[in-house]
């Protein structure tokens, strides 16, 4: 199968988002340029590390000099739920994050997973070989610093909006409890 690009240049607007309940949620990225909206399905994990790594981007970038605007404001951090349709496009494998010098702007790659795990592992190890993903479709995304400021900051309250951790062992708590390791197998 031929591989896909969706290319945003200017999005309107790129952000995560759930659907579901805390506990049984979906994790997307969605971006959305005039009528067209992408949207892919990853992991919380993936969320959570992408912002995470986007803050951090920034935070080297303004330490070697380069001027970047402001925080964001509230009314820069787009809290509204998911553009419908949601149609899902790929679950997303691997990440890839770019700082653009020339017009100090944000590149952003999500890659579809291999059809073979194992594939889509030895990918993620490697680190020149790009032979297998030319096949794998690819949600790009160019953010400027203060859009993708905004965007992880969103992101990190998505993923924040989970279940509580137990104070006991860390792990989520589920509505009905769970067997707590650190409370020898009792439920909490």
């Known amino acids: ?21 805390p506990g049984n949620r979906s994790f997307y990225l969605q971006a959305r340029e005039g009528d067209r909206i992408s949207s892919v ?10 912002a995470e790594r986007l803050t951090q981007l920034l935070a080297d970038v303004h330490e070697r000099g380069v001027e970047l605007p402001a925080e964001p404001s509230p009314a820069d951090v787009d809290s509204r739920p998911l553009d419908e349709p949601l149609n899902e496009l790929f679950r997303v494998g691997s990440m890839t994050i770019v700082w653009n010098g020339d017009d100090q702007s944000i590149t952003l790659e999500a890659r579809a997973l291999g059809e073979d795990e194992e594939a889509a592992e030895d990918a993620f190890e490697a ?20 859009a993708a400021s905004a965007f992880a900051r969103r992101a990190g ?8 951790p137990c104070p006991f062992c860390g792990q989520p ?8 390791t650190r409370r020898n197998g009792f439920m909490h």
């Open 157 to 164: 309250e998505v993923v924040a909006a989970g279940r509580p």
């Open 1 to 21: 199968m031929a591989r896909r690009v969706y290319n945003f240049e200017h999005p309107d607007r790129f952000t995560a988002g759930t659907v579901g309940e």
């Open 41 to 50: 399905l990853l992991e919380k994990i993936q969320v959570a590390l992408l």
């Open 127 to 146: 680190d020149d070989d790009d032979e297998d993903d030319e096949d794998l479709d690819v949600m790009r995304v160019h953010l400027s610093p203060l």
């Open 173 to 180: 708590l589920n509505p009905e409890g769970h067997i707590c």
